[in-house]
């Protein structure tokens, strides 16, 4: 038995060419694509451009910025202790005052009044007391004579002990009325106490620098509360800066630290200033962020703004409180060490810098810059000192006289690995 086979179509052949050509130019991209991974084709332009820069000795100035507040190193606020209406106030803003001037008179009338009530109730329990010493001196005679008597059985028992009783009495009596005495005596201290407090001195020399009533105006007082704020005198020719810091920057600041103080009301001056006090406790805060600050207060050197107040009144300061103030604390100095621009510093794991790293470190973060070495990107791990606005202290890993890459940015924290060819692009 024979067999016959039909011929194929033409339509069946090109279909099947065209199956095969798209075949092969799958298989064309895909060996493209791997040899470009593995390296077969391509290598003289793999080179990743990037910029470098010399290692040269530096100075490195670390600073602490922040912003506050101008005030006075001494502000006294004067509160009544005593209420009623203010009938004098022969002082206002801005005054110049010496101290035991008078600043403000409140209305003593109803604390002479108290003052007088005193005295009257003091001398009335002055005379309960000569009373009943009169009466404890006659039960104690009276005891005596019973005494000698009952010993001798002229009287009888319940005699003696009337005796005795009125005695006991007498002796209570008179020791209730000396204590009358100077229960009286402290009230009639403290009314004049109070008395005296209705008038208020300047307690030092200085400047009011806030006036917060007016004449005819109420105050209130007491033992128990703080009362109505009066006034502030305050020394304007010592004058500080308060400022917050965050708890990352507190632990670099020092008393004594130098400061440069710019005051947004002086533009282009730069005063001078030193650190005087840093807060032991960080400020209350009801913030959502809840960022830790602590008080650092800066006291202004008065040579650096001497000449501002030359043809000036006497006491005059060109500094007011509440005036914005930007400060830079000077934390650190160091001559001649190795530097490098902070942007040039990445974190990488340990075992991306040395593969040979134990298991147990390979995953732990480590500041590592890239060095050129023989036209390729070197990763090393380097340990690092303090900085200031644009570069940072190299303690190891690099020296001196070497080259490393700065950027880009880019290039530096993603595309670039170690061992990597590269090509400065130096302008």
């Given at each position: 038995m024979f067999y016959t086979f039909a011929p194929e179509n033409n339509f069946t052949i090109m279909k099947r060419k065209t199956v095969l050509i798209i075949l092969a130019v799958i298989l064309l991209i895909?060996?493209?694509?791997?040899?470009?991974?593995?390296?077969?084709?391509?290598?003289?332009?793999?080179?990743?451009?990037?910029?470098?820069?010399?290692?040269?000795?530096?100075?490195?100035?670390?600073?602490?910025?922040?912003?506050?507040?101008?005030q006075p190193e001494l502000e006294i606020k004067l509160s009544s202790e005593v209420s009623g209406e203010i009938i004098e106030l022969p002082v206002k803003e801005?005054?110049?005052?010496?101290?035991?001037?008078?600043?403000?008179?409140?209305?003593?009338?109803?604390?002479?009044?108290?003052?007088?009530?005193?005295?009257?109730?003091?001398?009335?329990?002055?005379?309960?007391?000569?009373?009943?010493?009169?009466?404890?001196?006659?039960?104690?005679?009276?005891?005596?004579?019973?005494?000698?008597?009952?010993d001798k059985g002229?009287?009888?028992?319940?005699?003696?002990?009337?005796?005795?009783?009125?005695?006991?009495?007498?002796?209570?009596?008179?020791?209730?009325?000396?204590?009358?005495?100077?229960?009286a005596m402290a009230s009639v201290s403290e009314a004049?106490?109070?008395?005296?407090?209705?008038?208020?001195?300047?307690?030092?020399?200085?400047?009011?620098?806030?006036?917060?009533?007016?004449?005819?105006?109420?105050?209130?007082?007491?033992?128990?509360?703080?009362?109505?704020?009066?006034?502030?005198?305050?020394?304007?020719?010592?004058?500080?800066?308060?400022?917050?810091?965050?708890?990352?920057?507190?632990?670099?600041?020092?008393?004594?630290?130098?400061?440069?103080v710019e005051v947004d009301a002086y533009l282009k001056r730069v005063?001078?200033?030193?650190?005087?006090?840093?807060?032991?406790?960080?400020?209350?805060?009801?913030?959502?962020?809840?960022?830790?600050?602590?008080?650092?207060?800066?006291?202004?050197?008065?040579a650096s703004y001497k000449d501002l107040s030359e043809n000036k009144p006497v006491g005059y300061s060109p500094f007011r409180p509440g005036m914005t103030a930007t400060v830079d604390i000077i934390t650190q100095t160091k001559k001649d060490v190795v530097a490098v621009p902070i942007s040039a510093i990445i974190v990488k794991k340990k075992s991306e810098i040395d593969p040979k790293t134990p298991k147990e470190e390979a995953d732990k973060k480590q500041e590592a810059v890239f060095v050129l070495k023989d036209g390729k990107a070197e990763l090393r791990a380097v340990n690092t000192g303090i900085?200031?606005?644009?570069?940072?202290?190299?303690?190891?890993?690099?020296?001196?006289?070497?080259t490393i890459i700065t950027g880009p940015y880019s290039a530096i924290s993603k595309t670039l690995k170690n061992g990597d060819a590269v090509q400065t692009t130096n302008k």
């Open positions: 895909i060996i493209l694509i791997i040899g470009k991974k593995a390296g077969w084709f391509g290598e003289e332009n793999s080179a990743i451009n990037v910029e470098t820069q010399k290692v040269i000795p530096t100075t490195l100035i670390q600073k602490v910025s922040a912003t506050g507040k101008i801005g005054q110049m005052v010496k101290k035991g001037d008078l600043l403000v008179r409140i209305n003593p009338d109803i604390y002479q009044s108290v003052v007088k009530r005193s005295a009257a109730s003091l001398e009335t329990v002055r005379a309960s007391l000569q009373q009943s010493s009169a009466t404890l001196k006659e039960a104690e005679e009276s005891y005596k004579r019973n005494k000698v008597l009952f002229v009287i009888s028992k319940s005699d003696w002990d009337k005796a005795v009783s009125a005695y006991e009495v007498a002796k209570a009596s008179r020791e209730s009325a000396r204590f009358n005495v100077q229960s004049q106490d109070n008395l005296k407090k209705t008038i208020i001195y300047s307690p030092t020399d200085g400047t009011i620098s806030k006036l917060s009533v007016e004449l005819g105006e109420r105050v209130v007082g007491t033992m128990q509360m703080t009362g109505t704020e009066i006034m502030r005198v305050a020394n304007l020719h010592n004058m500080e800066v308060e400022v917050d810091v965050n708890e990352n920057d507190i632990v670099k600041i020092s008393v004594g630290d130098s400061v440069n005063f001078k200033g030193t650190v005087t006090n840093i807060a032991n406790t960080a400020n209350a805060t009801t913030s959502a962020d809840q960022v830790t600050n602590f008080k650092v207060k800066i006291h202004i050197e008065e900085q200031d606005n644009v570069n940072i202290e190299i303690l190891s890993g690099v020296a001196k006289d070497e």
